[in-house]
């Protein structure tokens, strides 16, 4: 939830709550995962996924730009499976744990829970009319609600994945204690009339109200996560720590760049009609259109501790990760 109405609160216990100094942690809000000690004493080899994953990628990048005709819709699943072996399979050898290596079914189900996810976009952007697929004429309805689900598959692993793998950096931990936010029970009924309001606002005004698409379900997911105690953002706020909105929005950043990259020489592609803003485009994309990635991850990830089963949730709070330590950790921490 991105903060507002000066209700946050800035922490008074330094020495429990606050990094002493730069590479060094406090005690109570270091992530054992993420120190550099507990990653050295975790790291494992190269999997066998990170290699594949690059040929993937290259060779579905190569084809995707290289060849003429209609070829992205079948290239492109294989380039963000690809993407997205790259990245477990680094985040599981930086940090011994990784979605696939925790749970193949909780990995396969982010690609059949992202399926229905992205397609509730498309259903609002028959409203909006902020993205046209150019090239897609030429196939069936039944062959292009086929390709589409494919392609739309990868959305969830890719950006909730590259999260864990942002989430393993050390300089993460420098969001461990910001501002403080307590809700109470009338400020998360705020949040779901707010969200509310956005969505009736962007079917009602459209043209006027567009951007409201990536930020409505933030305010009306979250609420119903914080009351489920599945670790929403507010949780994470009530301990000042933001590491994991850092992470989710680095992801989001990350993975919308390399959509719009991607897309550049592809066939069928996408192009935009964002009305106010299309001017200083990097690639397709205007410049100010990167912005929507960040409370587009939010929204992937409250979708995936809402509604999948425990194996398929993203592990981004320091309890989570925590667990997955892999027995004690010698690393001084927490000890004077």
Same mark, same amino acid.
């Given at each position: 939830m991105p903060p507002f109405f000066n209700v946050f609160e800035r922490s008074t216990r330094k020495q429990r709550d606050a990094p002493t100094a730069p590479g060094r942690y406090s005690r109570g809000v270091v992530d054992p995962v993420s120190t550099p000690a507990a990653l050295r004493s975790m790291r494992a080899p190269i999997p066998a996924r990170v290699p594949v994953? +690059?040929?993937?990628?290259?060779? @579905?990048?190569?084809? !995707?730009?290289?060849? $003429?005709?209609?070829r992205t819709h079948a290239l492109f699943f294989p380039l963000w499976l690809g993407y997205c072996l790259v990245i477990d399979g680094w985040t599981r050898a930086r940090t011994g744990t990784s979605p696939l290596s925790r749970s193949a079914r909780g990995w396969a189900l982010l690609f059949l829970g992202s399926i229905p996810v992205w397609w509730l976009f498309e259903l609002l952007n028959l409203r909006l009319g902020n993205w046209?697929?150019?090239?897609?004429?030429? +196939?069936?309805?039944?062959?292009? @609600?086929?390709?589409? !689900?494919?392609s739309? $598959?990868?959305?969830?692993?890719?950006?909730?994945?590259?999260?864990?793998?942002?989430?393993?950096?050390s300089w993460i931990e420098r969001f461990a204690a910001g501002p403080r936010l307590q809700p109470t029970p009338r400020f998360l009924i705020g949040c779901s009339v707010a969200g509310a309001a956005m969505l009736a606002l962007l079917l009602v005004w459209p043209r006027l109200f567009y951007v409201f698409c990536w930020t409505s379900l933030v305010f009306l997911l979250e609420p119903l996560v914080y009351r489920r105690r599945r670790g929403s953002f507010l949780q994470h706020l009530e301990r000042g720590d933001w590491r994991p909105w850092m992470s989710l929005w680095t992801a989001g950043l990350v993975c919308g760049f390399l959509w719009e990259l991607w897309n550049l020489y592809s066939w069928p592609k996408w192009i935009y009609h964002i009305p106010g803003v299309g001017f200083w485009k990097v690639f397709e994309m205007p410049l100010l259109g990167y912005l929507g990635y960040l409370p587009f991850a939010m929204?992937?990830?409250?979708?995936?501790?809402?509604?999948?089963?425990?194996?398929?949730?993203?592990r981004l709070e320091a309890e989570e990760r925590r667990a997955l330590v892999p027995g004690p950790l010698t690393t001084g921490v927490g000890s004077r």
């Open positions: 994953g +690059f040929l993937l990628v290259a060779g @579905a990048w190569i084809l !995707s730009w290289g060849l $003429s005709g209609q046209e697929y150019l090239g897609s004429g030429t +196939f069936s309805q039944l062959e292009y @609600a086929f390709w589409c !689900s494919v739309f $598959s990868t959305v969830m692993p890719a950006v909730l994945g590259t999260s864990e793998l942002v989430r393993s950096f929204e992937l990830y409250l979708l995936a501790r809402l509604a999948l089963p425990t194996d398929a949730r993203p």
